[in-house]
């Protein structure tokens, strides 16, 4: 199994512990890469934060001609959790904002940490399994 292949981890709430939304991305030219995704989202939701914001990205729309998971099945999936859903191409920068605008517009409005400082977000990466506090 190769290292991006990997299912949930015992580790993974720390990283998206206080997070307000996720992003959960699959190949569409793999159909076990939305099956994954789907073991992500069972985690996500059993263990993760009781608002986020759920976003599922099906990469690599610029392979469309190979295609092995139907834009009808994410939609229908997505639709069933509550989550956004987006076919984006990484390598040609296809759909990308469009993703992160439609998270920005269902993420409610920040709080104050106790410290006041508003502008402190968590960016957490799963795949390198670090994460650090930018402000």
Not at 55 to 76: Q, T
Not at 113 to 133: E, F, M, P
Request: aromatic share 6%.
């Amino acid at each position: 199994m190769a290292p991006c292949d990997v299912g949930p981890v015992a580790l993974a709430p720390m990283y998206y512990r206080g997070s307000a939304a996720a992003v959960i991305v699959y190949d569409i030219t793999k159909q076990d890469s939305f099956h994954t995704l789907k073991k992500w989202v069972k985690e996500l939701k059993e263990h993760g934060p009781e608002r986020i914001v759920v976003a599922i990205a099906g990469n690599k729309c610029d392979l469309s001609d190979i295609r092995e998971v139907p834009l009808k099945d994410a939609k229908e999936y997505a639709e069933s959790i509550g989550a956004i859903v987006v076919e984006t191409s990484a390598k040609n920068a296809i759909n990308i904002e469009e993703l992160f605008q439609g998270i920005s517009r269902q993420i409610p409005p920040l709080e104050p940490h106790k410290n006041g400082n508003i502008d402190c977000i968590k960016v957490a990466n799963l795949s390198s399994q670090g994460g650090r506090r930018c402000c």
